[in-house]
C-alpha cells in the first residue's frame, strides 16, 4: 500500500509539472486542471483573510490570475504548493491592505507580561475555525492569519502592511482576545485536528497569548 501511495504521487506530480509547463505556453486546458487541482488549497486561504465567500472568490480568480502570470518564474525544483500559497496570501493582502484601519490600535511594546493562557483553539475543526476568525474586523484577522496560520513574525507583518511592530502585537493580542471571548458564547465541540491537507496546513497555528 505504501508504494503505491508513492507511485501515486510521482504521478500526481508529474502531471501537475506537466499542466505547469502547459501554462507557461499559455495553454487554457492547463489553466483550468491547475486551477481545479489547487481550487480547495487556495480557497481555503482566501476565506480565512476574506469577510464572505463572494470576497473569497474575488481573492482566488485574482490569485491564480497573477499566479498563471508569473507561472514562468516558479522554479521547478521547488515545491509548487507554497509558491502558489505565497501569490494567495498577497493578493489577499492585497485586496484589504487599502481598506484597513491601524491608526486607533495601540502598541503593546510595553507588554512583557502578558499571561500565557492555553486555548482549545488547536482543536477546533477547520470550519468553526474559519466562522470566528471571519467575525474578526479586517486589520485583527489580517494579522492573525499573517501570524497565528501563516508563520510570519511581528517584524514581516510590519514591513507587509506598513505598520508598526507594537500595532501588530497589539491587533494579534486583541484578535486573540476577540476569538476568546467568543468562543465562550459559542458552543462548538471540539476535537483532534482531521487529517486532510488542507485542514493540517490551516491549524497549525500559533494561538497561545504569549506575543514572541
Known amino acids: ?6 507511485t501515486a504521487n510521482r504521478d500526481s506530480e508529474h502531471i501537475i509539472q506537466k ?3 502547459g501554462c507557461v ?3 487554457r486546458d492547463s489553466q483550468k486542471a491547475l486551477y481545479k487541482h489547487f481550487y480547495s488549497f487556495a480557497m481555503g486561504i482566501c476565506l480565512r483573510y476574506a469577510n ?16 498563471f502570470k508569473n507561472i514562468s518564474k516558479y522554479e521547478p525544483a521547488k515545491a509548487f504548493m507554497p509558491w502558489l500559497g505565497r501569490i494567495i496570501t498577497n493578493t489577499a493582502i492585497d485586496y484589504y ?11 503593546l511594546e510595553d507588554h512583557e507580561n502578558i499571561s500565557q493562557v492555553s486555548s482549545v483553539y488547536d482543536k477546533l475543526a477547520y470550519n468553526d475555525l474559519l466562522a470566528l476568525v471571519q467575525k474578526l474586523s479586517p486589520a ?7 501570524y497565528a496560520i501563516d508563520g510570519y513574525t511581528h ?3 510590519s514591513e507587509t502592511l ?3 511592530i507594537g500595532t501588530s502585537k497589539s491587533n494579534l493580542f486583541k484578535a486573540r482576545q476577540k476569538l476568546q471571548e467568543m468562543l465562550k458564547v459559542t458552543d462548538f465541540k471540539t476535537y483532534e485536528i482531521r487529517s486532510s491537507t488542507v485542514d493540517r496546513n490551516l491549524l497549525q497555528v500559533r494561538l497561545n497569548t504569549n506575543l514572541q
Open 97 to 107: 491592505r487599502a481598506n484597513l484601519k491601524f491608526a486607533d490600535h495601540v502598541d
Open 52 to 67: 464572505d465567500r463572494l470576497d473569497a472568490a474575488g481573492i482566488l480568480n485574482d490569485g491564480f490570475f497573477k499566479a
Open 155 to 157: 517584524e514581516e507583518i
Open 162 to 164: 506598513k505598520i508598526s
Open 25 to 27: 505556453r499559455n495553454e
Open 19 to 21: 499542466h505547469i509547463q
Open 1 to 6: 500500500m505504501k508504494g503505491e501511495s508513492v
Open 140 to 146: 485583527y484577522r489580517t494579522v492573525f492569519n499573517l
